[in-house]
């Protein structure tokens, strides 16, 4: 088994590297004058399983191109199968015609990794999981459940909790969780826009009164609805609230928005490397994913079950 990393996370590669206590593949990254990327592997890659990983996150273009010509490197040097590792997979949210001609971006992309010689596709909390659908390649849509879920038990367990949606589509993903947290009560904030320009209502639908709200959802990305959902949350009762979330994209001011919020804790994973803004946040702490991808491709090498990490 080999371990080769993209430039996106460094940090979550040597972290998964250090896991399966094997080091990451010798492979350098260049760059020409007209920033077009060239990708040389250093050692013998023929007829082994090899894993790439890379998130597709900010700069999405360059990472996801980075991703594509490691793959055709692969490919050409022989690997016997290669697996792409997306902790964070870009375009997700253009899963589907959100109007007149628009694109379907997440197909695109996974045509485009099944089509440079990817073997397998391997990943955490989708944006939509039906994307999973979008690849004609055995594709493994990992859980964070199972580590937020640990995470909030070690440092909230003695706290009358109750798990909130930040919107009706999430409902599904913060029931699992709920159902983790020894069947915890369940709110969802719903969320209505009367006319554009006007500033969204936030009802809540449930019982938050004198509990701690865990709010929980797959991105981040301006934090406005995360803010504001903290913010409707305290006004009906609530005694604090924190959000848990898996890809903390947190582009523009959000890092800025969540210190000004009425949030005390944005829990984020480290599937996208973060920036310094975040680290330096006292708002914000980082959950390690290493150990969660580290035992998934170990048991994919193995070809033992995935599935059961989730039992």
Known sequence: MKLMSGNSNLPLSQAIADYLKIPLTDASVKRFADDEIFIEIHENVRGEDVFVVQSTSHPANDNLMELLISIDALRRASAKRITAVIPYFGYARQDRKSGSRTPISAKLVANLITEAGADRVLTVDLHAGQIQGFFDIPTDNLYGAPVISEDIKSRHGDKDIVVVSPDVGGVVRARALAKRLNNAPLAIVDK?????GVSEVMNIIGDVKGRFC???????????????????LIASGATDVAAY???????????????GSSLRKLIITDTIRPSQAALDSSKIRILPIAPLFGEAISRIADESSVSSLFD
């Open 192 to 196: 209505r826009r009367e006319k554009a």
């Open 214 to 232: 865990i709010m929980i959802d797959d991105i981040a990305d301006s934090a406005g609805t995360l803010c504001n959902a903290a913010d409707a």
């Open 245 to 259: 979330i898996t890809h903390g994209v947190l582009s523009g001011k959000a890092v800025e928005r969540v210190d």
